[in-house]
């Protein structure tokens, strides 16, 4: 048995039951967290009547502003205003999302590209990444402290050598810093 497994099992023996429930449905995930970049795209793809297939923008190489202004021209299937295209649909913060999650996630390597490539294909973006990592030791349900908004003082934290502990590559870290950077949440925000 690893350290991690005794640590987490001396853990589950000294709680209360009340909280070994808590600490389960919140492992779970939570749904409540905002959308990330990979559910994002794949909403935008369904609304999009003229953006290349997937596994063409798989191979794309963009900047977040580049990848704003690609979906801006392209079609929404319902009538919007020309200038919002194919991100109608989102809100500022969720456009940040997403084209951060593109930037960073994009272009994938040739052999993961395949013509029917789907989002699920993709890697996993920073709110699944949330629930998956740092829900195992964070509670979803504390405030983000809204003056770390920025992405570059996330980074700073999560390259702590605790942080570096969960094994996490660079890339995954980026993630979870651009969307925590693009997603202030207010202990409301999170039940």
């Known amino acids: 048995m690893t350290r991690s497994a005794l640590r987490n099992l001396a853990l589950a023996l000294t709680l209360p039951a009340g909280m070994l429930i808590a600490l389960a449905s919140n492992a779970a ?15 935008v793809l369904d609304v999009c009547t003229t953006c290349d297939p997937l596994h063409e923008l798989a191979t794309e190489e963009r900047s977040p502003d580049e990848w704003e202004q690609y979906f801006r021209d392209q079609e929404h299937q319902d009538d919007t205003p020309e200038d919002e295209g194919a991100l109608a649909d989102l809100s500022d913060q969720q456009i940040a999302t997403l084209t951060s999650y593109l930037a960073i996630n994009l272009p994938r390597p040739e052999d993961d590209i395949h013509d029917d490539i789907t989002t699920d294909h993709l890697p996993a973006d920073g709110a699944e990444l949330m629930q998956r990592y740092c829900s195992v030791c964070h509670s979803l349900a504390v405030s983000v402290i809204p003056e770390w908004e920025i992405e570059q003082l996330w980074q700073d934290l999560l390259s702590d050598p605790h942080h570096r502990g969960i094994g996490l590559s660079d890339q995954r870290l980026e993630e979870i810093a651009a969307y925590l950077a693009n997603n202030p949440m207010q202990p409301d925000d999170l039940r």
């Open 29 to 43: 995930g939570n749904p409540d967290l905002p959308p990330g970049g990979s559910q994002l795209l794949a909403e």
